[in-house]
């Protein structure tokens, strides 16, 4: 027919990107930190979060082989960070004493560990959930 427009058909498209479900990146902590570098995390989590295509931050600290109160002080206000951004973060590869510094001061229960942990598991990615991976701590970066 002339003039006719051809319209998509009205179903339900289920299958397109991105999933429901949370939106995680991937951050690597390699090694010790300074107070420069959690100023520097704390930016690029605000920075990540404020996309609004990142809901769920997933800070691997396996390379934090001997953690301090300064570990313990970046993963709280990576937390507060988050939580101001209206998102949230959770911890993978935590060492033993990681998670016994975070019981001694309390925080075990304000940030979430995962892989083997007693307050959940990440080894798999979840139903819906969307990975990307973010490169570790760039200790040039400038805070901000």
């Not at 520097?40 to 600290?61: E, F, N, P, Q, S």
């Not at 004493?97 to 019981?103: G, I, P």
Request: aromatic share 2%; net charge negative.
């Amino acid at each position: 027919m002339a003039g006719s427009v051809d319209h998509p058909p009205s179903t339900p498209r289920s299958g397109l990107w991105p999933p429901p479900g949370p939106h995680t990146v991937v951050v690597v902590v390699d090694g010790a930190l300074s107070r420069r570098d959690i100023a520097g995390l704390c930016a690029g989590a605000r920075r990540l979060l404020a996309t609004g295509k990142v809901d769920l931050i997933t800070y691997d600290v396996g390379a934090v082989v001997e953690p301090d109160v300064l570990a313990i002080e970046a993963l709280a206000r990576l937390q507060l960070t988050a939580r101001r951004m209206a998102g949230s973060i959770r911890v993978r590869h935590a060492s033993s004493e990681l998670r016994d510094l975070l019981d001694m001061v309390g925080l075990r229960c304000v940030v979430p560990l995962c892989d083997g942990s007693p307050l959940g598991s990440c080894g798999q990615v979840e139903e819906g959930e969307q990975v990307r991976v973010d490169e570790g701590v760039d200790r040039g970066d400038a805070a901000g």
